[in-house]
C-alpha cells in the first residue's frame, strides 16, 4: 500500500479466513476454507466488520480473498467468483469493481480491486501478469491501486 502510495493510517486490515496456522507452511489456501461452517462464520464476521468499518475501497491481496468476498457483495456468477487468473480477470471485467451490501436499512457499495498478494508477488519476485492502463506487472498493480484509492475518496 505505501508502494502505491496509499495512507497507511485510512486503511483497515484483516483476513477473509480467521485463526492461525499450525503447520510450517504458512501461505496458500487457509485449511479451514474447505469446512462450510467456518466459511458462513468467517463471512459473518467479515460482513460485521463491513457494517462497523463502512469501506469505501476493498483490495483484495490474492484470487482467494476475491472468491471468498464476491458471493457477499456482488451478483451472484460474477466473474470474480470464478477461479481465473489475473490476466483472464483483466480481460472479463473492469479491474475496479463496485460491490453492494445492505445491513439493515443502510446499503455500503464500496469500490472493490484485487491485487496480487505480496508473499507471491514480491517475495518471489514473480512478476503479477496485470496490466492497467498501458503498464504491466507490478507497476501496473500499483497504478491500480492508486486509480481506485483516487476513485473511491
Known sequence: MRKAGLPGNRCFFTNAFLGLRTATKTTGVSPGAKELEFRAMCREFLAYQLEVQKPTLIVC????????????????????????????????????????????????????????????????????????????????EFALLTAAWKLAN
Open 61 to 140: 491481496l490474492g484470487h482467494e480473498p476475491r472468491k471468498f468476498i464476491a458471493p457477499t457483495l456482488l451478483n451472484e456468477g460474477h466473474v470474480w467468483t470464478r477461479d481465473i487468473s489475473f490476466t483472464n480477470l483483466d480481460r472479463m471485467c473492469d479491474p475496479i469493481v463496485r460491490g453492494a451490501f445492505s445491513i439493515g436499512q443502510e446499503n455500503m457499495s464500496p469500490l472493490m480491486v484485487t491485487v496480487a498478494h505480496p508473499s507471491f508477488a514480491w517475495s518471489t519476485h514473480a512478476q503479477s501478469p496485470r496490466s492497467f492502463e498501458g503498464k504491466s506487472g507490478q507497476t501496473a
